[in-house]
């Protein structure tokens, strides 16, 4: 699993450092979405994949 992040497009409203915490955090200047882990072990998938889910701006994908 691959997690891909649009920084650029990013809104920061979030969702995904509440839903994945391991995975995800925000830049406390910029407040986008900072990827801590683009390969996270595979315990994380459900959360990545609701993170992916509830993203308002689509800039989350997750690759196989």
């Keep these: 699993m691959k ?8 809104i920061g ?3 995904c450092v509440l839903t994945a915490p391991a ?3 925000q830049d406390p200047d ?3 979405v ?10 994380q998938r459900p959360a990545v ?6 993203c308002p701006a689509a800039v989350i994908r997750l690759l196989p």
Excluded: H, N
Excluded at 34 to 43: H, S, Y
């Design 13 to 15: 409203a979030g969702m």
């Design 49 to 54: 994949e609701q993170a992916v889910d509830r």
């Design 3 to 10: 997690v891909v992040v649009e920084r650029d497009q990013c």
């Design 34 to 43: 900072v990827l801590l882990d683009e390969q996270p072990p595979e315990t």
């Design 30 to 32: 910029e407040a986008v």
């Design 23 to 25: 995975v995800f955090d």
